[in-house]
């Protein structure tokens, strides 16, 4: 049987996954001039040019981009596998990145953690709060594990994501403080009404605005509110009328608390998903979280 040398594959895997010399040093833990060696080496054993030299760095030929596609998928279940027997070993010890909105980590990520860290009490997370694109960008970039987000209807991440929660927006206000049971709205009339809305910049508010728009209408608020929390306490201290997840004001509305605004138009659900790093997707303990945060 001919003998292979792994490890001359092993470095070639990962100049071609890094398209850069010092970086596949860095993951090898070896030197610059090791790995250029063992890529010589290999290219001399099989005979033929695996990568040729630009400006933005290594690049594979074509007899490279063939060795590449063999030997991806076996390297990453290998490493895959090393993560998973590490973490077995330590009691499935490890830290998980996860970054989302302020809203959905106070809503449907700590409920998760909680139940959670009961099963797996030596998993540790890093929470991080800012803004959707940012945290894609940091995700990208291996600065995350996953992004908690939510998803407008016809956004270009919906294929990325594993969906967990179907959200249903809704326009409400307190019982006590107005009466409007009667009446039902147009998105002009809208305009009318004490509305509370989130700042432009969130998530919730661009979609309302893309809904209001295809009506050819600009909602006005009353309020200016950056925290969708507040949304909810000036909702509920009877300032206005909010826009918010039907989910966050249920108990509310079932007990009287709350009424929901009647409208001519229908408001779309919106998804709540996860975005997972495709590096860690296949560990079994981010598995067995997205199990949880589902359900």
């Known amino acids: 049987m001919e003998n292979i040398d792994f490890e001359l594959y092993k470095v070639f895997y990962y100049v071609a996954k890094n398209k850069n010399l010092s970086k596949a040093a860095n993951d090898l833990f070896i030197s610059q001039p090791a790995v250029s060696q063992a890529l010589k080496k290999l290219e001399e054993e099989l005979g033929i040019k695996l990568f040729y030299r630009t400006k933005t760095g290594m690049n594979l030929t074509e007899d490279g981009e063939v060795l590449f596609n063999y030997l991806k998928k076996p390297i990453e279940c290998l ?166 997840n039907y989910n966050h004001v249920k108990d509310d509305i079932e007990n009287g608390n709350l009424s929901i605004i009647k409208t001519d138009f229908k408001i779309p659900t919106r998804k709540i998903g996860l975005c997972i790093n495709k590096k860690i997707i296949d560990d079994p303990i981010i598995k067995k979280f997205t199990v949880y945060i589902k359900k």
């Open 79 to 244: 490493n895959n596998g090393k993560r998973h027997l590490i973490n077995e070993k330590d009691n499935k010890d490890m830290t998980i990145r996860i970054g989302s909105g302020t809203t959905l980590i106070k809503y449907s990520l700590m409920p998760v953690l909680k139940i959670f860290k009961e099963e797996f009490p030596n998993v540790k997370f890093e929470i991080i709060q800012g803004i959707t694109s940012n945290l894609i960008d940091m995700l990208d970039k291996d600065l995350l594990d996953m992004v908690l987000l939510s998803i407008n209807p016809g956004n270009k991440d919906d294929k990325r994501v594993l969906v967990i929660e179907e959200a249903q927006d809704v326009f409400c206000y307190r019982t006590s403080a107005y009466n409007f049971k009667n009446k039902t709205f147009t998105m002009e009339e809208l305009n009318d009404l004490p509305l509370l809305l989130q700042s432009e910049v969130s998530t919730s508010r661009k979609f309302l605005d893309e809904l209001a728009s295809k009506k050819h209408v600009i909602l006005k608020s009353k309020y200016d509110i950056a925290s969708y929390a507040l949304v909810l306490d000036f909702l509920k201290e009877g300032l206005g009328v909010g826009f918010v």
